[in-house]
């Protein structure tokens, strides 16, 4: 089974950047999803094992961009003109190679907080 591992998380204001990082034991396709309290976790981005195809929720594009370094397994999710709606635990999963589901199990996750 894939395992993954996420880091990155912090506290940052409005406006401001972080980036969040996905390694995986092999070279899978993997998306981030997120988690805040009394809610359900919710789609926020994917991307293909070889990098070539992406998918985004409508309310981060223009501002998350999800990338892959293959040479070290690792997801990267860089995170831009943040808001304090994007406040919420961020988890990476392994996908499906069409990003239209998540087949494997959750990571730890890690909390990002923006505050306004």
């Known amino acids: 089974q894939v395992q993954l591992v996420e880091s990155g998380g912090g506290s940052v204001q409005a406006g401001g950047s972080l980036r969040l990082s996905c390694e995986a034991s092999?070279?899978?396709?993997v998306g981030w999803y997120r988690q805040t309290a009394g809610k359900e976790r919710e789609f926020v981005s994917a991307?293909?094992?070889?990098?070539?195809?992406?998918r985004y929720v409508e309310s981060v594009k223009g501002r998350f961009t999800i990338s892959r370094d293959n040479v070290k397994n690792t997801v990267y999710l860089q995170m831009d003109k943040l808001k304090p709606e994007d406040t919420a635990v961020y988890y990476c999963?392994?996908?499906?190679?069409?990003?239209?589901?998540?087949?494997?199990?959750w990571g730890q996750g890690t909390q990002v907080t923006v505050s306004s």
């Open positions: 999963s392994r996908m499906s190679s069409t990003l239209n589901s998540r087949v494997g199990s």
């Open positions: 092999e070279r899978t396709s």
């Open positions: 991307i293909n094992s070889h990098g070539g195809s992406t």
